[in-house]
């Protein structure tokens, strides 16, 4: 089956899909994004990652592309085209096409829209979950602004590679203090050896994850205890258990940490109940179900 991609108001095959060279996304990554996870047949957290890309769009005094109302039903619709009920949809919105130059372009420059989907693996997911992953900490080179999701994702990627070449799934980043701040696409979390959840403010310096949030309220219906904190490179390797959290990966346990095992060096406990109960926490958007209501 083809790919379908959506690109500016038209659905068009993947390999066809285009975008013009002076888009201000690629000259200058002058533009945000947004994941969401789709999950046995459903889009998850809808309503935060739009609420995400609101905010994301109005720090950097980008419009709405299309209504938002519009934007969630594309999202349904690509899912659907590419007939994914486990995967992911990726949207993107730049400031649009406009002549070269720096400050932003003339206020009826139309934001770009892109939005595609594809299958994930979920039994190789399930495994992966199953063993856990391992991290690597590295110092924090990106910009003040991570709070924004924006498409300016240079240090991010280089410290993914970073991770990938020491065989490692994820890199942490560590501020001047020694503080892990989040994944290069991902939140970080520990257990400490009290049972308590910790993870670090969303107030700046990490990116406000929805699978963070998500999984706050799914800690909180479980009875977890549960502190938004600041921990050490030193507290995570010496925690009793590790995990990270992203729409891409949901909850996925950390067994590793610079090549030193988390506790027993087996997903912890505590991890697998929040990535068990996390489906049934999640907001569930019917990529099917939708579809046949919803197409025009
Ligand atoms: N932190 C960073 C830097 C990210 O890029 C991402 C996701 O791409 C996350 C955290 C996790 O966010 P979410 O749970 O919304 O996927």
Redesign the pocket.
């Known amino acids: 089956m083809s790919r379908i991609a959506y690109v500016n108001g038209r659905y068009v095959p993947h390999q066809s899909a285009r975008v013009h060279v002076e888009d201000r996304g690629y000259q200058f990554s002058d533009g945000v994004y947004e ?1 969401c996870e789709v999950s046995g047949g459903y889009i998850l957290d809808r309503t935060r ?1 739009l609420d ?1 890309l609101d905010r994301s769009l109005s720090e950097l005094a980008i419009g709405w592309p299309v209504e938002r109302a519009a934007l969630g039903r594309i999202m349904i619709e690509v899912a659907a085209r590419n007939r994914v009920s486990d995967g992911l949809v990726y949207l993107q919105v730049t400031r649009g096409v406009a002549r070269r130059d720096h400050p932003f372009p003339s206020a009826d420059t139309r934001p770009a829209l892109v939005v595609t989907a594809r299958s994930t693996d979920r039994a190789a997911f399930a495994a992966k979950a199953e063993e856990g992953v391992g991290v690597i900490t590295v110092p924090d080179t990106r910009w003040d602004r ?1 709070d924004i ?1 924006t498409i300016g994702l240079l240090p ?1 990627v280089l410290a993914r590679q970073q991770a990938r070449d020491a065989g490692a799934a994820e890199a942490w980043l560590v501020d001047e203090d020694g503080i892990v701040l ?6 970080a979390w520990i257990v400490t050896g009290e049972g308590e959840l910790v993870t670090r403010p969303a107030v700046s310096g ?2 406000r ?4 949030a998500t999984a706050i309220d799914t800690a909180a219906a479980l009875g977890l205890t549960m502190v938004e904190r600041g921990f050490t490179v030193g507290e995570a390797k010496a925690a009793r258990e590790a995990f990270m ?4 990966s949901q909850v996925m346990p950390v067994v590793r940490i610079d090549g030193a095992p988390v506790a027993n060096g087996y997903p912890g406990e505590i991890t697998r109940q929040l990535r068990g109960a996390f489906f049934a926490h999640a907001e569930k958007i019917a990529v099917r179900g939708s579809l046949a209501l919803e197409k025009p």
């Open positions: 994941v990652h995400r991570v999701k991010n989040e994944g290069a696409a991902t939140n990490i990116l994850g929805i699978t963070r959290t992203s729409a891409t």
